[in-house]
């Protein structure tokens, strides 16, 4: 399904960073069923397909325990799919030569029509049927709200698509003023927090097993150590909590509530 304009509104969603109510823009706050009947029902496999500006490259190698980075996000999909092991096949790139650079976009911020043309331009991936996909554009540039650049949006997904988008000026800015390693954490975390409102956590298409959305944050869980919390999806707090995974040495980011609404999805 794909975001459509009537009567002159745009319609859409962005799961992370909304805008305020004084905008002409209006929100569909779930993901569609056609998505999900594809995530969850009749995928036989789903392929990370992830596109980058000449810049704005994905970090890839291996953390200190030898796993590459993008590991993470594996094994977070794994993860909210383990009820289906052994029924799909997933793919995820690893390192820069099996991801794609795209040109460069000269673009300094992001609207959501902007980033709906750049997937339009570039995915090669489907999702339909029993192919599932997730479409990953890495680009220069920030998020546009209120009709200006915010530099604190590290990535959005838009409901009604299987597409993130990843602002790569955020995540450098967090290798400067922490580490490197924080940072390449911190890319990943971005990754499965979208991935999770993708697949409709919390009550953004699955619902909810046990109550755990924070009412007052949108589709966010209310415990502070899941990657869903909404204070997670900001610079600074998901800073602290990429910190405490990388000393708890966690891979898994979502919470067992989170957990328990895949497991108990049905399409």
């Known amino acids: 399904m794909r975001i459509v304009s009537f009567f002159f509104a745009i ?5 992370c960073g909304k805008v305020s109510d004084e905008t002409t823009i209006t929100y569909i706050d779930k993901q569609s069923e056609e998505n999900l009947k594809v995530l969850f029902g009749s995928m036989s496999l789903m392929e990370v397909e992830v596109v980058y500006e000449p810049g704005a490259e994905p970090y890839v190698g291996n953390r200190p325990n030898g796993k590459a980075y993008w590991n993470l996000l594996e094994t977070n999909i794994k993860e909210v799919f383990k009820q289906r092991e052994g029924d799909y ?10 991801m794609r650079q795209i040109p460069d976009q000269a673009k300094s911020s992001w609207s ?16 339909s049927g029993s192919q599932a996909s997730l479409f990953v554009a890495f680009v220069d540039g920030y998020m546009e709200q209120n009709g200006s650049a915010n530099p ?9 698509t ?3 988008a990843i602002f790569k000026d955020v995540i450098k800015g967090v290798a400067n003023s922490q580490s490197m390693a924080t940072a390449k954490f911190m890319e990943q975390s971005t990754l499965v927090h979208e991935f999770g409102h993708t697949v409709g956590l919390v009550d953004n298409g699955v619902a909810m097993s046990t109550s755990h959305k924070d009412e007052e944050h949108g589709h966010h869980c209310d ?7 909404w204070k997670n999806e900001g610079k600074n707090d998901l800073i602290l909590f990429v910190q405490q995974m990388m000393i708890s040495g966690n891979s898994v980011m979502f919470d067992q509530n989170c957990l328990n609404d895949t497991k ?3 399409p």
């Open 223 to 229: 415990n502070s150590n899941c990657v869903m919390y």
């Open 152 to 160: 604190n949006i590290i990535g959005v997904s838009l409901a009604g």
């Open 11 to 15: 319609f859409l969603a962005i799961s």
């Open 89 to 98: 096949t997933l793919v995820v790139p690893k390192t820069l030569d099996q």
């Open 264 to 266: 108990n999805y049905s």
């Open 112 to 127: 959501v029509d902007s980033l709906l043309a750049l997937e339009k331009a570039h995915r090669q991936s489907v999702h």
């Open 162 to 164: 299987t597409m993130i």
